[in-house]
Structure formats: C-alpha cells, structure tokens
C-alpha cells in the first residue's frame, strides 16, 4: 500500500462545476500538506499549503485537511477550462527533513 | 517569487553519453532535489543536498550522481546514459513550511 493515495483520473466536469479532489494517507505524523498543479510538460506549480487540520481558502480553491480520517481535499469552485491539469498532492511531517511524499496525481479536465 | 531554472527544457542523447542536467535557484535555499517522473509511478527523488558539497540518496539514486559545487546550483549526472533513463527530470528547491517549488524540468530522451 502506497503511503499517499490519490485517484488517477481522469476526471472530466463541465466548466463552472465544484470540482473536488482527494488524497488519502496512512502515515499519522504528516504535518504539512500541500497541493501542486501541473500542466502537460511543465513542472508542478505550488497551489495551496496547509498545516494540520482546518480549511485554507485562496480565491477558488479551498483545501481541506482532516486528519482525524487521514484525508485532505482540494476544491475548485466555478472551474476553467484553464484549470485542466494534473493536481499533485504532497505532505510531509516534522523530522522529515524537508522531504515531501506524493500522491501519483490526478488529471483533471474541464470542458468548455 | 522563487525562481527555479533548468538548462534545458528538452535534451535528446545517445545511449552511452555522459549526461548533464544543471538546475540553478535564485532564493539562496539550502536545500535541493532532483526528481524523475514518469507515467503511472509519479514523482521519484533521486538526490537530495542539504548544502554546498553535501549530498544525500533519495529512492532510485542507481545509474545517477549529484554536483552542488555553488549554493544555488545543483547538477543531475547521469554517467552513462540508458534508454530506461528517458524521462522528465525536475529540480526543486525547499521554501519555507516544508514546501518545495519546482523548476520547469527537463524532457531528456536517450535513444
């Protein structure tokens, strides 16, 4: 079992869909959490960063971290056709060293 | 802003070749990372340095070597290039909070 597990995709919503993404996790001492946007052939972009649980809100994306269910979430509100990407979530836990685990991402499409 | 560079967005090379990838951050972070990423096993560290002349193994470091002779660059080496070393190669450097802010990456394909 891999320590972050993330739905590959792809998922596909029409434009001004809530889009809701999600990571599980096995690993109690993750602290940090974080979540990358990648375009095709670019590299991942830092998109949101939390620490513990609670809500973190930046324009129209809102992560969601509950820790209790080892579950972190990402919500896109009135998706673009622009936001089409793979998300990447990361997280890492004290002591760690700087060193970040990731899910395998998901591809998200949105169409016009 | 951080700003993470790679000398190349695309690199084609041969079987055999001496491979260089350089990666150069302008934030005056410690710490740097060299990824592999390819479909279906996501993101792979490879090496790691916590500071000039200090390197650390990540997870798949066979086949690889690391240079961090200046703070702000960090070089990918691949000694004798294989073709199951095509991939896209991605440097990133540590900000605060335990994020990392990657750089652009590098498409190398060794034929």
């Known amino acids: 079992q891999k320590e972050v597990e993330q739905d590959p995709g792809p998922l596909s919503v029409p434009e001004g869909a809530i889009v809701s993404l999600n990571c599980t996790y096995s690993n109690s001492a993750f602290q940090y959490f974080m979540w990358y946007r990648q375009y095709s052939r670019k590299g991942p972009e830092l998109l949101m960063y939390t620490y513990s649980s609670g809500n973190k809100e930046d324009g129209r994306f809102t992560a969601q971290v509950d820790k209790s269910s080892k579950y972190i979430s990402l919500f896109i509100r009135d998706s673009q056709p622009s936001d089409s990407a793979t998300y990447l979530c990361?997280?890492?836990?004290?002591?760690?060293?700087?060193?970040?685990?990731f899910g395998g991402g998901t591809r998200l499409m949105v169409k016009p | 802003d951080v700003k993470v560079t790679q000398s190349s967005r695309y690199l084609v090379k041969r079987t055999g070749e001496k491979v260089f990838l350089e990666c150069v951050q302008d934030m005056d972070h410690e710490n740097m990372f060299w990824y592999r990423q390819d479909p279906g096993l996501g993101l792979r560290l490879i090496y790691f340095?916590?500071?000039?002349?200090?390197?650390e193994k990540g997870d798949i470091p066979e086949g690889y070597s690391v240079s961090r002779e200046k703070k702000e660059r960090f070089s990918l080496i691949l000694e004798s290039a294989s073709t199951n070393q095509t991939s896209m190669y991605l440097c990133?450097?540590?900000?605060?909070?335990?994020?990392?802010?990657f750089g652009p990456g590098t498409r190398l394909t060794v034929l």
């Open positions: 340095s916590y500071d000039v002349k200090m390197k």
């Open positions: 990133a450097t540590y900000g605060s909070g335990m994020a990392q802010y």
């Open positions: 990361a997280m890492s836990g004290l002591g760690a060293g700087n060193m970040l685990t």
